[in-house]
């Protein structure tokens, strides 16, 4: 091939409008997702200059960071939080654009109902005010956040001016050891490259035990390639994600759907192709993963002990020891949800091993579903049963104690092992600790009441 090309080189070449000064690119937008938080300046900003939206069709709108995850049918209580979404559904009122609020049955985690909606499909260029973008490039498209400022001038333009991001590819050969899955293999990452190893880069994941993951898995995956500073992850689209797609509601229907497809196959990296940078691991050496600092690339192996750090600070946050073991410490929340781990297989992964089980004394659980396509389809297979018989309480969807944004928050000084995505200070709350770990590690240490190696208990 004369002219090999990256997966990540051929959607960006194809959506380039022009090139500007500075060795910049005008970059056309496919998808803009917006929420409650990000949107309100931007939507001020064009009513200030008067200005339309220029594509409100591209536009899907959704409320989540904000709202309460129980009695959702009342209005919000917190006066920001209300605002905030008040705002969001006058702004939507306004301009004529479409909102998946509070009580609309396909309300949910901004980065779980554009997937599973089908609005999230391969070879787009896809924005949003949110960090946590990256998760739509799991079906092969270039997705990654946006500031306000920018989500102002998507809305204006439907475009974006952007440096060109290097390539990274990173290589994942082998097969996964029970226990182990899609978070495992992210915070096995990050740990090895650091949350500043993928800076100026968009990843591209690759190798058989990549493309052996479930697209939710895949998701995952690239959900939380920001913690490493990427500006985006992305796997390149094949059979699984074809799958995945067809029949959903936004997806393309008959003579659209050949036309579709045979783009999409088009979409893989080229023999030959060069990447900026290359990372090769084997699935073997991933172990069930959980952090014990104050970021994501705080990481060990489950059976790990805590690292000599140079700055303690970190550990005086989390109350951890350098040497110490974290199997067998006691905790006493556990949160499985957010955008990284909310979705129906998560859930089904949780409930198939609590199934008879019942929570430790000293743990509080909160399950929350990424979206109400996900809540009624846990409800439809009876994992909601599964979970009341376990003593964990499944609430309705939103981002909950992901961040401490709305009321679900942990106390300052308890521990929470959670399946979300960061563990800053504060994150999920002042002064709450957080370990982030697999859904399966979390559901492990919500039985239990500490933190366990689940590879112990698997039948």
């Known amino acids: 091939m004369n002219n090999p090309k990256t997966l990540f080189d051929k959607i960006w070449d194809a959506h380039v409008v022009r090139e500007v000064p500075g060795d910049r690119q005008v970059l056309y937008i496919d998808r803009h997702f917006i929420h409650e938080v990000t949107s309100p300046q931007a939507f001020a900003g064009l009513k200030e200059r008067g200005l339309p939206i220029f594509r409100k069709e591209k536009i899907v709108a959704t409320a989540d960071h904000n709202i309460p995850t129980i009695n959702q049918h009342l209005p ?4 920001l939080s209300r605002k905030q979404v008040d705002t969001l559904t006058d702004n939507c009122s306004e301009f004529d654009i479409p909102l998946f609020g509070m009580g609309h049955d396909k309300q949910g985690i901004v980065h779980v109902i554009g997937p599973e909606q089908g609005i999230t499909k391969p070879g787009m260029t896809i924005v949003c005010g949110d960090s946590h973008t990256s998760t739509h490039g799991a079906f092969g498209s270039i997705a990654f956040g946006i500031g306000t400022s920018q989500v102002e001038q998507v809305m204006a333009s439907q475009s974006l001016i952007l440096d060109r991001p290097k390539t990274m590819r990173i290589t994942i050969d082998g097969n996964l050891s029970a226990g182990v899955s899609a978070k495992d293999i992210i915070l096995y990452i990050i740990s090895k490259l650091t949350t500043s190893g993928g800076t100026g880069y968009f990843v591209e994941y690759a190798g058989e035990a990549i493309r052996a993951l479930s697209m939710e898995a895949r998701m995952t995956i690239c959900n939380m390639s920001i913690e490493m500073g990427a500006r985006g992850g992305m796997i390149a689209p094949d059979d699984t994600t074809y799958t995945y797609v067809n029949g959903r509601e936004h997806a393309p229907k008959g003579d ?68 110490e073991y974290l199997v067998g410490k006691e905790v006493q929340h556990v949160f499985i949800g957010s955008c990284t781990n909310a979705r129906i297989e998560d859930l089904r992964q949780v409930a198939d091993f609590v199934k008879g089980k019942h929570r430790a004394a000293n743990i509080k659980v909160m399950v929350v579903p990424g979206s109400k396509a996900v809540e009624a389809q846990a409800k439809e297979e009876g994992l909601d049963q599964v979970f009341l018989s376990a003593g964990f309480e499944l609430r309705s969807p939103g981002c909950s104690a992901c961040l401490g944004m709305n009321a679900d928050k942990i106390p300052a000084g308890e521990y929470c092992v959670s399946t979300s995505n960061r563990n800053f200070e504060g994150r999920q709350g002042p002064g709450a600790r957080t370990l982030l770990a697999s859904p399966l590690t979390a559901a492990a240490t919500a039985i239990y009441g500490k933190i366990v190696d689940v590879r112990h208990y698997l039948s």
């Not at 919000?76 to 006066?79: D, Q, V």
């Not at 045979?262 to 069930?288: Q, V």
Request: glycine share 10%.
């Open 256 to 323: 659209q759907w050949d036309a579709a497809l045979a783009y999409w196959k088009t979409l893989y990296t080229d023999d030959g192709a060069k990447f900026d940078a290359e990372y090769n691991y084997d699935a073997a050496d991933i172990s069930p993963m959980i952090t014990y600092g104050t970021n994501p690339g705080m990481g060990i192996a489950i059976n790990g002990v805590v690292p000599q750090l140079k700055d303690h600070k970190a550990l005086d946050y989390m109350g951890l020891n350098e040497g």
């Open 76 to 79: 919000i209580t917190e006066p």
